[in-house]
């Protein structure tokens, strides 16, 4: 029962048709803040790679006991991180903090589309800005408040700015 911005359940086959007619491989993450078995039960959750979201423990009846994974703005970043070396597995901390040259990346920055509505999106959306790549700040249009991605934009940390509308 999530609603959803308009246009983002058909919004990544638009895209992923666009990128195939053109002879590019798109990949789509999400790094949230939000809870991982609310995102896995959205009609879009099967368009991501990796989902990564705060996760709880839960017991044998399914009951959350406590929070297994809790993902920060600071956080974030190191999903970026592992998601430009390859390094998706979050157990695998050794190929995450191994010297990597910028030329061997899996995904370098600059090929990255960073979408981001959230303060804690700040610190993803500046680190892709920073080394090339593309942030895009979006607001909830129906509220009219652009206050938070002007300010965004005034900081150097986003490079566009758009209304969270997916539609065609």
Not at 5 to 25: I, S
Not at 34 to 50: C, H, L, N, S, V
Not at 107 to 116: E, L, Q, S, T
Request: include cysteine; charged fraction near 25%.
């Amino acid at each position: 029962s999530v609603k959803l911005f308009p246009g983002v359940k058909t919004w990544f086959g638009r895209v992923n048709d666009h990128c195939a007619e053109n002879g590019l491989v798109c990949e789509h993450y999400i790094i949230s803040s939000g809870t991982y078995e609310i995102i896995q039960g959205t009609p879009i959750a099967k368009y991501f790679k990796r989902i990564y979201a705060c996760k709880y423990m839960y017991d044998e009846n399914g009951e959350a006991l406590w929070p297994a994974l809790a993902i920060n703005y600071t956080l974030k970043t190191q999903y970026i991180y592992r998601i430009s070396k390859g390094t998706l597995d979050v157990t695998d901390d050794y190929n995450l903090n191994r010297q990597q040259d910028e030329s061997l990346r899996r995904i370098a920055y600059h090929n990255m589309i960073y979408i981001g509505d959230g303060l804690t999106d700040i610190p993803c959306m500046k680190l892709v800005n920073a080394y090339g790549g593309y942030s895009i700040g979006v607001f909830d249009d129906r509220k009219g408040d652009k206050t938070k991605v002007h300010q965004m934009m005034k900081d150097d940390r986003i490079g566009y700015f758009a209304p969270a509308n997916y539609e065609e």
